[in-house]
């Protein structure tokens, strides 16, 4: 057989071939067992030979090849257009928004910023040194049991509040000092409608000549009824913590029962908001601040406890699960 024009007649063949179909019949005619190529192969007695007829045969197998890929994109694009009309507008893709942790978090700077705090984000990986000992946590304290810290090693621990915020801020900044720390923390808290082992907290410091237990309630009312809206009670309690002295507790009435009693506020009407109080002069000093100079106030409260109290959530577990039917409602 003449190897150059098979060659040119397959290859004539295959570029006048315009659907799949007429370029399998090519190529069963040039490529096929009984085609003419393939009994010379099968016949051939010398070396030179056997190399043209194989290089005939890679020429026509790749040009099949690339005809091959022509015609299926063009047949694609022919049937997309049989049943997709592309000049009609396109579906609206679904749209997400924050999560409500995330939307509380937003208002609660909203709300410092504007009485000129600024917000700070610090290592959710911390050492005793600045989780305990700086903010004189005694050394029987239940907070540096096992059962109640993640404790990492022997002095590193997954922080359990965001109060290592207010060292940081003191050694980093000379008074007066108006600051709110936000993140997340993470304690050994049995799973129930108002703990969870992991929460967001945001904690606030003010530091500066003459603060009074009064400028701190003045503070936190104006912070809850912005959160909360003026229909909400708020109170405070005297209460223990190692690093402010006097110490108190705000409450907030509880908006699922209206103050007569629940299972999300264990029947007394009230929800804890966390923990506030004028600072210690011992924590004062460890930051390098002068308490004969200077005194100042802290408080810290826990997002998911405002998000539930916001939107009368009875179950903070919620908040965590991811589920959508929940989520879509905020």
């Not at 009609?88 to 909203?110: A, K, N, Y």
């Not at 200077?294 to 916001?310: I, M, N, P, T």
């Amino acid at each position: 057989m003449d190897a150059e024009a098979y060659e040119q007649e397959a290859l004539d063949a295959i570029a006048r071939a315009s659907s799949p179909e007429e370029l399998d019949a090519a190529r069963v005619r040039y490529l096929g067992r009984r085609s003419e190529l393939r009994l010379a192969l099968r016949e051939v007695r010398d070396r030179e030979t056997g190399m043209e007829l194989n290089r005939v045969r890679s020429a026509i197998e790749d040009a099949f090849e690339r005809k091959e890929e022509v015609l299926t994109s063009a047949s694609g694009a022919r049937a997309l257009e049989a049943t997709i009309d592309i000049t009609l507008p396109g579906d609206r893709l679904p749209r997400g928004h924050l999560h409500p942790i995330t939307q509380i978090r937003r208002e609660v700077e909203d709300a410092f910023l504007g009485l000129g705090y600024h917000v700070r984000y610090d290592r959710e990986i911390e050492t005793t040194e600045y989780n305990f000992d700086k903010l004189e946590f005694p050394p029987w304290h239940h907070a540096r049991s096992p059962r109640a810290t993640f404790f990492l090693n022997g002095d590193v621990v997954l922080r359990t509040e965001t109060s290592p915020s207010q060292i940081l801020e003191m050694e980093e900044h000379e008074p007066p000092i108006y600051m709110v720390s936000i993140g997340r923390c993470y304690r050994r808290d049995t799973i129930d409608a108002t703990h969870y082992p992991i929460f967001h907290q945001f904690e606030g410091l003010a530091i500066d000549r003459g603060i009074t237990l009064a400028d701190l309630k003045g503070t936190l009312l104006h912070v809850m009824r912005a959160l909360f809206g003026e229909d909400r009670a708020l109170r405070f309690r005297t209460h223990y913590f190692p690093f402010t002295e006097p110490s108190i507790e705000p409450d907030v009435s509880c908006g699922i029962c209206g103050g007569k009693g629940c299972r999300t506020c264990r029947y007394s009407g009230w929800l804890e908001m966390g923990g506030a109080g004028m600072v210690d002069p011992a924590v004062l000093e460890n930051g390098r601040i002068d308490p004969e100079e200077w005194s100042g106030f802290a408080f810290g409260c826990g997002l998911e406890r405002v998000a539930q109290l916001r939107h009368s959530i009875p179950d903070i577990r919620v908040l965590w699960e991811n589920d959508l039917r929940v989520l879509r409602q905020f």
